[in-house]
């Protein structure tokens, strides 16, 4: 194995070892009693840092020029938010159904 690969698998390792790291954490963070705020917070956070070190390491958008970097974040941004518009209009629509079905 040359040492390009070496250190190529390293950068792949320690990766992988910050990325469950977070993701324990994360975990931990759950079985705390915490304002729900600040709890949504850090969860967001966290994960938006797991999802750019997959992107910019796994999926090699570090080596990419600036161009396909900011193309590929706004496209997946905007079809993460239209699909979270899509979710939110139905289940706003399933949360009032249930409402007379758990009236006490």
């Known amino acids: 194995m040359s040492t ?3 250190m190529n698998l390293g950068v792949y390792w320690r990766t992988w070892a910050l990325l469950l790291v977070l993701t324990a954490v994360m975990f931990f963070l759950d079985t705390l009693a915490m304002p729900r705020g600040i709890f949504v917070t850090v969860m967001l956070t966290a994960m938006m840092i797991k999802a750019t070190l997959i992107a910019m390491i796994f999926m090699h958008l570090s080596k990419e020029s600036t161009d396909l970097v900011v193309t590929v974040v706004v496209c997946s941004l905007g079809f993460g938010a239209l699909l979270y518009e899509l979710i939110v209009v139905d289940a706003g629509r399933i949360y009032q159904m ?4 758990f009236v006490r």
């Not at 249930?98 to 079905?101: A, E, H, K, N, R």
Request: aromatic share 0%; net charge negative.
């Open 4 to 6: 390009e690969t070496a």
């Open 98 to 101: 249930m409402q007379g079905v």
